[in-house]
T-cell receptor
Framework: AQSVTQLGSHVSVSEGALVLLRCNYS??????LFWYVQYPNQGLQLLLK??????LVKGINGFEAEFKKSETSFHLTKPSAHMSDAAEYFC?????????????FGTGTRLTIIP | NAGVTQTPKFRVLKTGQSMTLLCAQD?????MYWYRQDPGMGLRLIHY???????AKGEVPDGYNVSRLKKQNFLLGLESAAPSQTSVYFC??????????????FGPGTRLTVL
């Protein structure tokens, strides 16, 4: 079975400060990992994904994440927060061997940006 | 392209009533999914389909039925609604072809309240 743990259901950062959202996973096989963002009253939008290859993955809106197998982590970062980054962020894991592309989501982290 | 669309956007039911949520995608995706989103619980998979005419249970299938009669449509049914089914429902689809990992595209959601 696979699972995702997102530490911190709410994170607040000042505008211009570093954003760090934490995600740890559990998987019996090398997983594929995803970060999705959800703006208020909208569906989810893919920020970035890791499948194979380079462990530092860059996504949209200046976000990036690093896959660290030894730490079973896939933390999301952005060097400088912008007011428009306020949203809920979900980390998700996929077992590539299942062939059905099912995602298991974490419980989400709500990011608040302080002006 | 409209992407993934969901009908209706909002619905209020009384306990015991039935309804069907419609999901449509115009991206010729093979795989489709139904999730529910509840506060503090992230997204949980209800049912999914890996092709026309096929469906499978997800993490929380009880009380729901689905059908995939056409490739572009995925219907979620509640035969006898219960207050515990008050939630936001999201449909998603993905390309589903082997050899590459495909992101899921999400609809805007349906907010369902069961009184």
């Amino acid at each position: 079975a696979q699972s995702v743990t997102q530490l911190g259901s709410h994170v607040s950062v000042s505008e211009g400060a570093l954003v760090l959202l934490r995600c740890n996973y559990s998987s019996s096989v090398p997983p594929y990992l995803f970060w999705y963002v959800q703006y208020p009253n909208q569906g989810l939008q893919l920020l970035l994904k890791y499948t194979t290859g380079a462990t530092l993955v860059k996504g949209i809106n200046g976000f990036e994440a690093e896959f660290k197998k030894s730490e079973t982590s896939f933390h999301l970062t952005k060097p400088s927060a912008h007011m428009s980054d306020a949203a809920e962020y979900f980390c998700a894991v996929m077992n590539p061997n299942f062939g059905n592309e099912k995602l298991t989501f974490g419980t989400g982290t709500r990011l608040t940006i302080i002006p | 392209n409209a992407g993934v669309t969901q009908t209706p956007k909002f619905r209020v039911l009384k306990t015991g009533q039935s309804m069907t949520l419609l999901c449509a995608q115009d991206m010729n995706h093979e795989y489709m999914y139904w999730y529910r989103q509840d506060p503090g619980m992230g997204l949980r998979l209800i049912h999914y389909s890996v092709g026309e005419g096929t469906t499978a249970k997800g993490e929380v299938p009880d009380g729901y039925n689905v059908s995939r009669l056409k490739k572009q449509n995925f219907l979620l049914g509640l035969e006898s609604a219960a207050p515990s089914q008050t939630s936001v429902y999201f449909c998603a689809s993905s390309y589903g072809r082997g050899g590459r990992i495909n992101e899921q595209f999400f609809g805007p959601g349906t907010r369902l309240t069961v009184l």
